[in-house]
Structure formats: C-alpha cells, structure tokens
C-alpha cells in the first residue's frame, strides 16, 4: 500500500469533504421532500434530481477534464457544490419543494467528478496492477464520508442563520465543500497522461468497442450495484418512518450502509487477487440476494439494519468488480469517452431507481421492491456466468 501513488491517497483523504454529499442527501433528501410537498410520491423527487444531476453531468465533465485536466476541474466542482448546498439550504428555509430539487441537481454536478476520483487513481499508477488497491483505497475514504454525511444534521445544528434544522444540515455541507476544494488546489499532483496514437492506433468508434463482451460485464457490473443500490436505499427512511421508526435510527441505518458501501475496501483487493473478478461478481449478487431475503423476514431496525449493510457490501464487490474490468476495454486515447459512457449507464439507471423508489413504496409497498430487484441481479448473474466460460 506504501508504494501506491500520492494521488490516491489525497483522493481518498478528501472523500469525507466532497463525498458527503450523497450520504446527506441519501438521508435527507427523502424526508425533506415529504416535508415540503404534500404528495408523497414525490418525496423521493430530491434524491432523484441528484442522480439525474450526476448523468447530465457526465459529458460534460468528462470534456471539461479533458480540456482543463483532472485538478482543475475537482477544484471547480467542489466549488460549485458548495455554492449548490447554501442554494438548497436557502429553499429548504423558505418552504420551496422545486427550489430543493433544482438544488440537489445541481449538487450532483459534484458527484459527476467524484465518480472520476477513481479514474484518476488508476491514472496515476505506474503498474497496472495497483488497479484495484487504488480503487478500493479511493473508496475507503468513503467509511469517513458515510459517518459526516448524516451527522451533518446535528454538526449544522452551530449554524444559526438558519432557522430549519435540515436547513443547516446543508449550509454545513456548503463549508466542507470548500474545505474539499482548498485540498485538491493545494496538494493534487497534476495527471499528465500521454496518448501515444502511433502505438494505440487511432481510437474506436463505441459500436465497435462495444462488440466487447468484457465492456457489457464491465458497465452491467456497476449498473446493477447502482441501480439496485439506489432502488432499496432511497426509500429504506420512508419505509422506516412508515413502520414507526424515529428519524435517529433511520440515520444509524444509513450510516451504517455507507460505511458497508466502503469499508470492505479494505479487503477487496485482496479477494480479487484470491478468487479473481468474476468470482468476485458472482459474490456481490449473493449478498444481494442476502439483503433482500433479510429485508422479507421483518420490519424492526435490525432487519433495515442488516439488509442496508448486506446491501452496501454488495455493492462494494459490484462496483469494485466492474471498475477493475473497464481499464481492460479501452485504449488510453479512448478513455475519457469510455469512461463518461460507463458512468452515464450507471447513473441513468441509479436515477430509475430512485425515482421509482417512491412510486413503488407508496403504491405497491416495500416487499414488491424487494421482489422486483431480483431481475437486475438474476441477469448480471447470468451475464457474469456466460462471459466468464
């Protein structure tokens, strides 16, 4: 780990600055929603904004960090997330539902670029074969992020400008962005990448890099950790609430499923050089299917609890798994593209999910959720099974 380069360990440090914007809004975006529009199929609406943010973002950023280079762009996102949190504590203070949404989409402009830290990581080893401890030690500065997120609700509590508790909750989030930001101008080594196009020939066209099997494995790997993810996640408080469970222990619930999203990082690494990627795949759908048999047995704070945290453990294996594929799909004058196209997919289907979150909790109830998520895993298992003969 000591040989791993700088970057990686920045980018991992800065996590709990830039990443709690997700764990914040997978906490309160839901409950502040329910609070300021009267229908509550449009609670989930915030959360959705965030993620439709991230996929409209991705493009962009990807051009953007073409253009300007990795740092600038980091610097630039976090800035604008933290002018997007103070946004959104403005709408929450004055009761406006829209003006929340508008703001979450705008914060998910950040999570565009921090969904690249990883790709920067990977950029800056030497050895391929760091791949997966970079990726998995970006991913560990999450365990920080999973614990900041929530407890910004009672960290904001210092800020009295505000009068709504979740008003402040978001005007803390607006300072550790720019906290955030201050790091990555002060201490991020610029990527100088090279595209040597004499010796990668010139670069393929997506219908053609997508007769890959190894890139629908790849994208399919990370769509489904995603998609499943945000479907059970996003509407895990509401149900909560539903069931009587008080706001505190919807937020321990929470806490504990992004600490399980990044602290099997940790490990990771090591189960893949192990068992290797697919077998690793293979592993992520189980627990899947873990956390929604756990999620049919009951509706006490620990039967949320245990399925959230089965919940994030798959996905660390999904994510990580899919991510380790993708470097093996493209050559370095096709990264940025493959790259932007990997995480548009993902995000996409991540806002399905948790728009659908709320349409299907408030209409169909929490087991046909959990019903329903079968099909994504059923089909990344067998795709993970046909790729891997």
Known sequence: MRSLPWNAWLLAAVQPFVLSVGALNVFLGGIVGASLHSDPTLATLPVTALIVGVSLNIFPAARIQKKLGRKRAFVLAAIVSSISALFAAWSIETSSFWGFCVSTFLLGTQLAYVGQYRFAAIESCKNPSQHPSVISLVLVGGIAAAWVGPELLNIGQTITIFVSEYARAYAALGALELIGAALLALAMKPLDIKENQSQDGDARDLLTLFKQPLLWLAIGS?????????????????AMSGHGHDIQSAKWVIQSHVMAMYLPSLIT???????????????????????????????????????????????????????SLLPQTYKPSERFKVQAVNDFSITAFQASGSLGAGIVLFTQGWTWMLVASLFPIALLFLLNLVIKK
């Not at 990370?222 to 509401?238: E, I, K, N, Q, S």
């Open 222 to 238: 990370g769509l489904t950790a995603y998609a499943v993810m945000a479907f059970l996640m996003t509407a895990t408080p509401l």
């Open 269 to 323: 690494p090591m189960i893949i050089k192990r068992v290797g990627i697919y077998k690793l795949i293979t592993l992520g759908c189980a627990i899947f299917l873990a956390c929604i048999a756990i999620a049919l047995l009951g509706h006490s704070v620990h039967h949320y609890w245990w399925a959230l945290v089965a919940l994030g453990v798959g996905w660390n294996f999904l994510f990580i798994g899919g991510t």
